[in-house]
């Protein structure tokens, strides 16, 4: 039997992807309704009429779900990855769920991981993304017809330890093993240097929805060595969404004394018409914002292109000191790196692509940014040319090796709160220390060690990681036990500890306390499928899957009569339809998952046409006032969107 | 392969990816568990030896200790007693070893820089007494580069002398290695000031 593929994976703050190695080439696997992102977002179904547990939506559904219930709904969580209560209540100023409430009135244990209020259930933000890595994985099992079980999962460059390991917990809960963590920017490089055997130094810069990373890296004979890494995983689209959102709610309150603050579905419909003109702004010189109001008042707004790039001035600014410092770190002028690589949907503002120029020199020197492969795509595509390698499967990735580093120092708590570094950023991992500790009073059988992340000169101020007590050393005089520490970064970039007492030859005992994260047992227990599919076996749960997928679409051509397009269809194409309609249906009623999607194909194609006439039919009503998107979601009600492997099966 | 100070950097990295391809964790990824552990083990053992060897100053610091040259390594942490927290130093300002020459100028400095620090803290400023700092950071900078012309200069006979022209050598380096230790905490220390 073939090894098991090994997918890769690209879990984003705004939309994740899974991707694999086809052959030499990275492909990106569609989902059911045909896109290749499946948007992070997931909403908490109604509580089914009979009781029980409701169950989880996860994708463009969830997105739909965040205009009507927005109370159930949550996006963006991959920004509360592996932080502690305060740390997401900072964050969750700017976003509009709630912490589960015994947390937010602080009777929750500050080292608990923060768990987050969706509707009548709480979540931490590990099994949230866990959410969304299920359905990576469906989507891909679907693809492949086999079960999927090893993947590489990428990570912002920039993140520490335990940002890390809750993302590496978030696998394990959907039932994947993760080979390996990769960071996002050495991803993408691994993703345009595949098919160019080049060498030299580039620069990756990655803008994406929540966070920003600059890595830089040396090519030389297929190995990817790099050089120095820098970010803020605090700073992306998101930021330029919420200043968009923050202004137009100061005007309509200061114009029409509508405080919508207090309205979170009519704030998420502002938020989506910020993006919206986000978005609008990287081809058009001007868009106009028209709100309508529940008074019937209008909030109308012109945005220039020119008054946008003014306003996010200050938020793109803020990756050019990243980007010098990773170009000081690696010993390295501006004129020295040949390629710049542009990762992330940020990347696609204009006056980003002008920041990256001026940072690199490029134009001065004949030359332009990669843009080649799509910025939303390209790590996901390199996170499976990473599954390559580590899979060894692939011939296109038989010579290629990663080497990367860590981003930040690791230290340890010295006398007088001051940090001794151990490990250097920028170190390439696996990287090790080893440290010496002994005790201070007569017969201490415990020695307390605290692990800091950061740059700063004292502990309070970097990142603190763990709190290790080495345990049960061997009764001695103060000063005379020798502990020899060893601190191990592995290739995931997360924290190993070892320790032995010298002078006895004891292995002495640690005990790990991961000042922000879930314990062993905490991820076993939330383990998606212990209670979510533990029974269903893995074929029977494609049938029921299929047949979902078959009733969906069935249920929206029976409705496909009443519809205005209809009429606009020739007899021949709705005679197609219905002979479509009915082949899928006694499929629907067989037990052979691969016969029915076959037949859901079919009805797909067969309907297509039907679907441009109402995405047509949309446009016009958009013109009438709506957007683009939400005329798009009316339809999603209607008909399926172009099916997933349709493209491939009939062109 | 013999120790030397004027390494081969490029036969150094061929060297170091060679390893790399062989024993990196990415080759392991399906082995077993021990493989794996054997694996990240020698990796980051590899990974420090490159470090180590890729920077001249590091490089020098490491050869010689390796001839039982007396030298506190930067990274090296001492060990110290500690009641309940561990305690851990990293032995970097040792007032013993000051440079003779530069006694009164670093005693000048410290001043200066108390001065600075209180300044700062009052919210005030001192365009005189910046420039001045900023003129002993460029002074400090220059002394650094000429330690380390000094260093490379003693590369050739520590690599190709005999014994007693390595032993001098050694000896000269050493004191280079305290030098430049110092001035480097110097400059830390100014570039600090200057930036807060």
Redesign the interface.
Known sequence: MA?AR?VGIDLGTTNSLIAYMQGNTPVVIPGTDGSRLVPSVVALDPVPPEGGRATLTVGSGARMALIETPERVIYSVKRLMGRGLEEVKEELKLLPFHLASDAAAGQADPHEVPRIQLGEVQFTAPEISAYILRQLKRNAERFFGAPVTQAVITVPAYFNDAQRQATKDAGRMAGLEV??LVNEPTAAALAYGLDRSKEGTIAVYDFGGGTFDISILKL??G?F?VLSTNGDTHLGGDDIDNLLLTIALDEIYAEHGVDLRRHPDAVQALRKAAIDAKIGLTTAPVVHFDVELANGDHYLREIPREVFELLIEPILARTAAPCKQALADAGLQPEQIDEVVMVGGSTRIPAVQKLVDDLFHLSARGKKPHTELNPDEVVALGAAV?AG????DSKATEEL???DVTPLSLG????GGTV?R?IERN???????T???????DG?A?????VVQGERELATDCRSLARFD?KGIPPMS??LP?IEVKF????DGILQVSALEQRSGKAAQIEVKPTYGLTDEQVENMILDSYDHAEEDFAKRLLIEARNEANTLLAAASRAPENPAWEQLTEEERTRIQVAREYLAHAAMGEDPAAIREAVLILDYATRRFAELMMDAAVSSALRGKTMDAAGEDLGEEVTAPHAMAPAEFK | MKPRLNLDLAALETEFHRLSRKLHPDRFARAAENEKQWSLADTALLNDAYRTLKDPLHRTEYLLKLEGADIVLEADAELNPGPIQAQVGNGRKDPSRIPADLLEEVFDLNMQLEEMRGLHKRGGADPELRSSLTRAKKKFDRLLGEVDMDLRAEWLAWDEGDQAARLAAQERMVALLDRRRYLSNLVRDVTETLGA
């Open positions: 090894k090994v080979l390996r030389r004979d190995i060595e990473q390698i580590l899979a060894g090796l990663l080497l340890i708590e010295a006398l001794a151990i170190s390439t991992i696996p990287a090790s220390a440290d010496h500790f002994t005790t201070g009073v201490q415990n020695v307390a060690i605290h080495l103060a000063g020798r191990l970064i592995d290739a």
